[in-house]
């Protein structure tokens, strides 16, 4: 089976859980320490949603300026889809997402949000396992998320809720979205390494996604 190679890109404060949404979907895990992440961490794993094989690369930032390798375009050229991460229970790193949005647009060159010139945009409000101290509600992201044309949802690196998913559905809506594209280039820049059809038939390929029900 040919695969779609997609680069993914993981933005948001430090502490929200970027790293272990990282751990959790690529090998599994999860660590209860913090540890600071200097530079960018690399995240590999492959995935099949409606028959197309995927191989997502995911690149993982620290969130500190100090750290902070994310200022140059390089970071995000090529990148298919970027979650901007926040922790439910931190109304802090739910008001610094315009932050994200604004750096990330503005580093990576990219048009409006939905725009064919700009990834998929994500918006995750991680820690759902700590609803009980929750400081930003589901209603107030997800309008939040409409009015920026982003994808929402919740997630918890902890429990693994809704974390395979995410990677899921965002791999088919990535792959829908460049179907519909007359460059899929743009959005995907090896669609047709990896695809036998050539680029007039790219089209054809296009087939509805089905979404998995999440769990929170
Ligand atoms: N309860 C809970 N804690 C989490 C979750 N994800 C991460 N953490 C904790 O939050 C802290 C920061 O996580 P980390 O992945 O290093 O955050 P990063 O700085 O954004 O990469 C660590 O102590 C994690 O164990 C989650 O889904 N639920
Ligand atoms: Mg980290």
Redesign the pocket.
């Known amino acids: 089976m040919s695969f779609i190679r997609l680069k993914y890109n993981i933005v948001?404060d430090?502490?929200?859980?970027?790293?272990?949404?990282v751990l959790r979907f690529t090998a599994d895990s999860?660590?209860?320490?913090?540890?600071?992440?200097i530079g960018v961490d690399f995240g590999f794993k492959q995935v099949t949603v409606n028959d197309q094989a995927f191989k997502l690369q995911i690149w993982?930032t620290p969130?500190e300026e100090k750290f902070c390798c994310c200022g140059s375009r390089l970071y995000y050229r090529g990148s298919s889809c970027i979650f901007f991460?926040y922790d439910i229970t931190s109304k802090e790193s739910y008001e610094r997402i315009p932050y994200w949005i604004e750096q990330v647009t503005t580093i990576g060159n990219f048009g409006p949000s939905g725009a064919d010139d700009c990834p998929v945009f994500v918006l995750i409000g991680?820690?759902?396992?700590?609803a009980v101290n929750r400081e930003v509600s589901f209603e107030q992201a997800k309008k939040f998320a409409d009015k920026h044309n982003m994808i929402f949802t919740e997630?918890?690196?902890?429990?693994s809720c809704n974390v395979e998913e995410v990677f899921e559905s965002t791999a088919a809506c990535v792959y829908e979205k460049a179907c519909s594209m007359d460059n899929p280039k743009i959005l995907i820049p090896n669609f047709y390494n990896n695809l036998e059809d050539g680029p007039k038939d790219h089209k054809l390929l296009s087939k509805p996604v089905q979404k998995k029900k999440t769990c929170c």
Do not use: C, F, Q
């Open positions: 948001g430090p502490a929200v859980g970027k790293t272990n949404l999860y660590k209860e320490a913090h540890e600071a992440t993982d969130g991460v991680n820690k759902s396992d700590l997630t918890s690196a902890k429990s």
